[in-house]
């Protein structure tokens, strides 16, 4: 074989992956940065709750802690979507239509189920936004959090109604699979929020 042949075989790109997904696709990795920026938005939000709360000798101050139910609530259906999101990931990077639109179409209901449930965490949070430092760093967090899930919800509701109406090409499933990747941040972060917004006014 000549070096021209050699150095044509080596340059013929035809039997590469069109699609690929994890560490291999540049979507992962832009996603990946991503998630470490707002993981410090979010380290940097907490650490404030307790810079707050280290300079007061009553803490909540004036009101009371949340109440819990609701909160509690959100976290149950917030670990519970990380199901179908996962299963999501895994349809998409087998190439799985059907099932993509299926788990698709769950985590939409569950982004939902999440949203109507915090509209209802913030009204019982015993404190406004504006009335008191406590008050302002616990919406800034749950607000924060909120952000996120709209954000990643609204997304989900965009590829959901593509695959629903095509056309579809390769790319698409790496979105599902960068969607549900990101997804799995936002519940890891809400742990440590619900355990400082509804713990951490309850500890002495």
């Known amino acids: 074989m000549s070096g021209a042949e050699v150095k044509g075989r080596a340059l013929d790109v035809r039997e590469l992956p069109t699609v690929v997904f ?16 707002e993981a410090t938005v979010f380290a940097l ?15 909540p101050l004036t009101a009371p802690p949340p109440d819990l139910l609701w909160g509690t609530l959100n976290t149950v259906v917030m670990l519970v979507s990380f199901l179908p999101a996962h299963l ?3 349809a998409a990077e087998h190439l799985q239509l059907k099932k993509v639109r299926l788990w698709l179409v769950v985590s ?11 509209g209802l965490e913030f009204a ?12 302002s760093v616990v919406w800034l967090l749950l607000g924060l959090h909120t ?3 709209v954000t990643d919800l609204m997304d989900t ?3 959901t109604v593509m695959f629903f109406t095509g056309p579809l090409d390769g790319k698409r499933y790496v979105d599902v699979s960068e969607n549900s990747f990101y997804w799995y941040f936002v519940v890891a972060a809400w742990i ?6 509804y713990f951490g006014a309850r500890t002495t």
């Open 22 to 37: 994890g560490h291999r696709s540049l979507m992962w990795w832009g996603t990946l940065g991503f998630m470490v920026v």
């Open 45 to 59: 939000a907490l650490m404030a709750y307790f810079y707050l709360r280290s300079h007061q000798e009553t803490w």
């Open 88 to 90: 999501a990931k895994k």
């Open 108 to 118: 939409c209901v569950f982004g939902i189920a999440f949203c109507v449930i915090r």
């Open 124 to 135: 019982t949070l015993n404190v406004r936004w504006d009335s008191s430092a406590y008050g």
């Open 147 to 149: 952000t996120h899930i």
């Open 157 to 159: 509701i965009v590829l």
């Open 192 to 197: 440590p929020i619900y355990l400082v917004i």
